[in-house]
């Protein structure tokens, strides 16, 4: 993850931020080495930082593959905000609606520095499902909740949030941003946004956006396998995702 450094931000506090978001996005944890190339800092400056972090059990290491991961305290913390979030209890319960509804994975995200940050979300009771991460990030090109938050937003703010050459998981990813605009428009005239087998093989997603305050702040997708995809259960999933977005909608009103 490089990342241009705002003048008006504390550097230190900076890197403490940009390691607990790497740290989120890996499942098996990062080396000293690896941290320092995802947030583009040299050893010597992340090392006392790193090691603050694990003396404090907001990072742990593990000795034996020389590896950190996100810690204990980090995680506590992250349960105090679920516990919190009335909001977030709410919107639950509307995703576990749309997962009755359908028996698929629903997932809500966020933006997050030009990418979807995921932030809850119910798993399908299928035995073939969706494997995904709370606190994962992924690029909004290739992501139905990224398309649904940033469809109404000026396309040239659109474009600074994209980086050419453009990450492409499978042969389905768009290209170019160009691409990646024009698909903006067919979500604002449909109200929904896809993800066809873009971010994973034999996997899609349908999303849609949940407005607070007029805008777009939310994003709420089902995630399925392809197979199951038929008309019928894509009609279901459609009627279901717009049921939660009027539920959510009242709720953050």
Avoid at 46 to 69: E, F, N
Avoid at 97 to 125: H, M, W
Avoid at 129 to 147: D, E
């Amino acid at each position: 993850m490089t990342t241009v450094e705002d003048k008006t931000q504390h550097r230190s506090t900076k890197r403490v931020l940009d390691i607990f978001e790497a740290l989120a996005n890996a499942s098996e944890g990062l080396t000293m080495a690896e941290i320092c190339r995802e947030v583009n800092a040299p050893k010597g400056s992340l090392s006392p930082i790193l090691h603050t972090m694990a003396d404090t059990s907001y990072v742990a290491y593990d000795d034996t593959t020389k590896r950190y991961s996100i810690g204990l305290k980090t995680y506590l913390l992250g349960k105090s905000f679920d516990r919190e979030s009335t909001s977030i209890s709410l919107f639950m319960a509307a995703m576990r609606d749309v997962t009755n509804a359908c028996g698929e994975t629903c997932q809500l995200g966020v933006l997050d520095r030009g990418r979807v940050l995921y932030i809850a979300k119910v798993d399908s009771p299928q035995p073939v499902r969706l494997t995904s991460s709370i606190g994962k990030t992924l690029p909004i090109h290739y992501t139905a909740i990224g398309k649904a938050l940033v469809s109404e937003m000026d396309e040239e703010k659109v474009r600074a949030m994209l980086q050419e050459p453009l990450e492409r998981p499978t042969d389905a990813t768009v290209r170019t941003a160009d691409e990646f605009i024009a698909q903006l428009a067919e979500v604002r005239n449909e109200g929904f946004a896809y993800d066809r087998e873009e971010a994973t093989e034999a996997i899609q997603c349908i999303g849609i956006g949940i407005r607070s305050h007029g805008t777009i702040q939310y994003g709420l997708s089902v995630t399925t396998p392809s197979y199951r995809l038929t008309e019928d259960k894509q009609a279901l999933i459609k009627e279901a995702l717009s049921r939660a977005k009027r539920h959510m909608e009242r709720v953050l009103a």
